[in-house]
């Protein structure tokens, strides 16, 4: 078993020597979660639900693993009208979250309301791929939960847990054995789901990483591979807020610039601001293709 610790700002996988049909990822996120969030002066229980789907999003950019990002959405009707997670392959994190007044004590059927989860995956090379799942869930654990019936070949689960100092998250598959003798009996899956589930809010939290892992499954010999750094970054620039502008049309553009002597954009998930005046107006409406990317 690597070194007994708690993880910082990191995803671990562990394979079980006696459990070779399961897969374990953990991740903690410490102080990188505030780093990415404070700034933006959420409520508390908004902020609790950006740091969960942030900790979802780095489970599942390890899972896959692929190059390029991965981007989890969630669209809603009450309060609470979207919220943004996104990791990329290099461990850069990011989020962001739209409300209207919100109470502290509303459940999240209550802040979001009706709507959908999307999980958008958009590789370096190739093409993106979208899964949406409708929101019919008390917890994003469960959003994530349900997305993975939807959409996983592979048993899947996943615990998430977010405390005051750190957010932590579980996330336990059954995969194939090597030599294809796969899925002959239930009992090692079973373990593991079982074993998880006792797990309370307050450990994951706090824990997760080898130290969390040990006193869980010890008894299936677990051994943790090298963490995976996480960290809070934006992949705003000047050129990618000037698309969005663009984005409008030269007829719109020309007109907001007849209203005021400068047009800001402000990045939301860092509090970076763009500002573009009359000198920037030609490069504004030039013929570069506006991105496909709204999000910034
Ligand atoms: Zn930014």
Known sequence: MTDLVTDQNAVRRYL??????????????GRTKDEMLDHQNMPGILKSLCEELVAATCVLSHMLKFDGEIIVQIKG???VTMMVAECSSEGRIRSTAQWDNLTETASFR??????YL???IDPKQGERYQGIVPLESDSIEECINHYFENSEQLDTKLWLSSGEKSVGGLLIQRVPEEGGRAF???????????????ITKKELSSEAGPLLIYKLFHELNPRGLDPWEIHFGCSCSRERSARAIRALGEKEVKQLFLKR??????????????????????WLLSDQPPGSDTLQ
């Open 118 to 120: 999307a999980v958008t």
């Open 261 to 282: 002597p400068s047009l800001q954009v402000d990045c939301h998930f860092c509090g970076q601001v763009y500002q573009y005046d009359h000198a920037d107006l030609e």
């Open 77 to 79: 009707s009450g309060p």
């Open 184 to 198: 002959l009996e239930d009992s090692n899956w079973q373990t593991l789901a079982t074993l998880a589930d006792t």
């Open 110 to 115: 209550e802040l979001l309301g009706t709507g």
């Open 16 to 29: 079980c020597d006696d459990a070779p049909d399961a897969r374990l990822i953990t991740v903690r996120l």
